[in-house]
């Protein structure tokens, strides 16, 4: 608040100062002497109107006997001094009027400054502008933390977070801690001073945290480890250190920051020597939780996806030397965390959190709250009443594969191009056993594909055996295959295709053992190349190796590659259906995929069913929302009748 008031103050003396100026400006302006003709201040003179004049050279100011001023130009000293010897020596002499050589009001120095001033002032108005775009809002408190404190943690809690159990039950001694630390103190037990959350994006590491000050009671501070990497240096460690002067105001409380791989790497680490900033910031923050008390109510959460990438310093006793994994959600937790999150949006009959459970494999909490509100965007656009499946198909479609470009203008042939990639992805899976069953094929172009194939597993997956990956080279390799044999060309939209196709043969021979060749060693480079530190490692095989082990993933590509084109040569016909039916339809659903792989319906059929189902979509449509303005009314009438019945009542 203090610092608030501070800041403002300072935009009221400029402001002043500024308005000041001008003022005085306009004043002078208004004060400035009229000029007139030289006869006219002459006729002024012989009237005796003129009470002072002013001579300055050939410029003469007279002021009126009505406090008026005026000025005149000579237009030669002879006039002048004409003007003296006829009327001015006389009046003079006489004292009716004052006669004074030079101008007396000169500009003052102030006036002389004042553009300089100006500028100034413009510039430094300017530069506060600039600076509070870049700092948020905080002009004047560079090296301040931006550690916000959230007012509103007391909502959240555990029982708001689903799944997580272990993970909770592990924080659970943080709260118990939090509620009464004096209990510990006394006992002598130490508590751990900071936990390193460790997970992918969206898994709901904020999240927790949030849920245990709230859980806690406690006062939840954040902060990015990004927002200590600025642009000024010195900034991030004073950042720092304000932030934990504010904590132990507030203690007991809990400090999270976010992405603390951001300042948290490895020092001495990349090129150059690395970041100066950067480090410094990091000892400050490793300097401040060596130098808070073990039992001083303080928790420091961090958040990281790359836990190996942190200096080892970090990780120490005393520090963050407590790690809790977050991990992506099973089945039975996205239930639960679209239970919690639907629970302000309808959902349409039939659609179960364990329905979209059961649809959402992969999905982390972020991408399943994502998926919510699109559908409910999506229900909300034709002014529906609950969220219905299909918009949840199309939300899930969404959050996998980016909205779609239905603007983009796709050429005849551009669009069979693609039709046939993805009809030769899809038959190609659906051949395969292990391969999972095709969800969707489409043409409709999203994000930066041209179309995609999405097949889907009926159950969460954890492992991955060689059969699964070498179908899954198959599957990839599957729609350059299909462009082969159909068109006799090849385009460039296979070529991520590719890309992962290589990848996942190079994962099973260099990590998995999967080549008979190679044998069961790990010829992987460490994951993470991190320039600098890693930057001379050498690889820990020989040049022979290196060659047999490119020899094999180009056998296993090879291998994937003939066993595509086997099956869609013999499935050409098939090949040739699916995409027929994609250029008619350009979305195709599992069911129907189905129907046309087994020959029970031709495109054609499939496309006259499809605008009719349309139809009824859309009669299905204006019913529910003539049923819904039915309700209204009936609604309205109710009260009304209610408010009569209230009316009658106080009449009696
Ligand atoms: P992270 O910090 O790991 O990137 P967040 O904490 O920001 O992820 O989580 C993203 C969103 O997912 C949160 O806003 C929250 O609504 C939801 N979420 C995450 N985990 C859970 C959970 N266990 N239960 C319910 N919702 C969750
Ligand atoms: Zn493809």
Same mark, same amino acid.
């Given at each position: 608040m203090k610092r608030f008031l501070k800041t403002f103050g300072i935009y009221i003396i400029i402001f002043a100062v500024i308005s000041g100026f001008s003022l005085f400006l306009t004043r002078n302006k208004d004060s400035a002497p009229k000029v007139i003709p030289y006869s006219k201040l002459t006729s002024y003179i012989s009237d005796a109107k003129v009470k002072e004049i002013t001579f300055d050279e050939l410029t003469i100011t007279a002021k009126l006997d009505d406090g008026k001023k005026v000025k005149a130009f000579a237009h030669s000293a002879l006039d002048v001094d004409r003007l003296h010897n006829t009327l001015l020596d006389k009046q003079s002499a006489e004292g009716k009027l004052v006669v004074n050589n030079? /101008?007396? /009001? =000169?500009? %003052?120095v102030f006036m002389t400054l004042l553009p300089t001033l100006l500028i100034i002032a413009v510039i430094v108005v300017f530069w506060i502008m600039i600076m509070r775009q870049q700092g948020g809002g905080k @002009? *004047? %408190?560079?090296? =301040? !933390?931006?550690a916000k404190l959230q007012h $509103?943690?007391? &909502?959240? %809690?555990?029982? $708001?977070? @689903?799944?997580l159990d272990e993970e909770k039950e592990e924080l659970q001694e943080i709260v118990d801690f939090l509620k009464a630390p004096k209990k510990y103190a006394n006992l002598g037990a130490r508590i751990p001073r900071g936990v390193l959350l460790v997970g992918?994006?969206? +898994?709901g590491k904020t999240y927790i945290s949030k849920a245990t000050a709230g859980e806690a009671g406690v006062p939840f501070f954040t902060i990015s480890? !990004?927002?200590?990497? /600025? *642009?000024?240096?010195?900034v991030g460690a004073s950042r720092v250190r304000d932030l934990f002067d504010k904590a132990k105001k507030s203690s007991p409380c809990i400090v999270f920051i976010d992405e603390i791989d951001a300042v948290g790497? =490895?020092?001495? #680490?990349? *090129?150059?020597?690395?970041h100066d900033e950067r480090e410094q910031t990091l000892n400050q923050l490793l300097v401040e939780m060596d130098g808070? #008390?073990?039992? %001083?109510g303080i928790i420091i959460l961090a958040a990281t996806?790359?836990?190996?990438?942190? $200096?080892p310093a970090l990780l120490r006793p005393g520090r963050f030397d407590r790690q809790v994994l977050i991990g992506m959600p099973d089945i039975k937790a996205r239930e639960e965390i679209i239970g919690i999150h639907s629970k302000n949006k309808p959902l349409a009959e039939g659609v179960e959190p364990k329905v979209l459970a059961r649809r +959402?494999?992969?999905?982390s909490p972020a991408d399943l709250e994502n998926m919510l509100n699109e559908a409910a965007l999506l229900t909300a656009r034709r002014s529906g009443i609950a969220i219905r499946m299909d918009e949840i198909e199309e939300a899930i479609t969404k959050v996998i @594969?980016?909205? #779609? &470009?239905?603007s983009r203008v796709i050429s005849e042939k551009e669009k069979w191009l693609t039709a046939i990639h993805e009809a030769g992805h899809a038959i190609v899976a659906q051949v395969l056993p292990g391969t999972d069953p095709v969800h969707q094929v489409s043409i409709v172009p999203r994000g930066r594909a041209g179309g995609f194939t999405m097949i889907l597993p009926t159950e969460d997956r954890y492992y991955n055996t060689k059969g699964d990956m070498e179908e899954e080279i198959v599957h990839l390799l599957a729609g350059r295959v299909a462009e082969m044999l159909m068109l006799s060309d090849i385009s460039t939209g296979a070529s991520n295709d590719i890309q992962r196709a290589t990848d996942v043969a190079k994962d099973m021979v260099t990590?998995?053992?999967? !080549?008979d060749i190679l044998g069961p060693v790990n010829y992987a480079d460490s994951d993470e190349v991190f320039?600098?530190? $890693?930057?001379t490692s050498k690889k820990s095989f020989s040049e022979d190796t290196a060659n047999e082990i490119d020899k094999e993933i180009k056998r296993i590509v090879h291998d994937g590659y003939e066993t595509a084109q086997r099956i869609l040569t013999e499935n050409k016909e098939k090949l040739v259906r699916v995409a027929e039916a994609l250029m008619l339809i350009e979305n195709i659903d599992a069911k129907q995929f189905v129907r046309l792989f087994d020959g029970e319906i031709t495109p054609k059929e499939l496309e006259a069913e499809v605008q009719s189902k349309e139809q009824d979509i859309e009669e299905k449509n204006k019913m529910e929302e003539a049923q819904f303005h039915k309700n209204i009314e009936r609604q309205h009438a109710e009260e009304k009748l209610h408010k009569d019945e209230a009316k009658e009542q106080k009449s009696i």
């Open positions: 030079k /101008e007396q /009001e =000169k500009p %003052s @002009a *004047m %408190s560079f090296g =301040k !933390s931006r $509103d943690v007391g &909502k959240l %809690s555990f029982k $708001d977070v @689903a799944g992918p994006p969206g +898994t480890g !990004s927002d200590f990497v /600025e *642009m000024f240096v010195g790497r =490895k020092r001495g #680490a990349g *090129m150059g020597g690395g808070f #008390a073990d039992n %001083s996806n790359r836990p190996d990438v942190l $200096d +959402t494999p992969g999905f @594969a980016g909205p #779609a &470009k239905k990590k998995y053992g999967f !080549s320039l600098g530190r $890693d930057f």
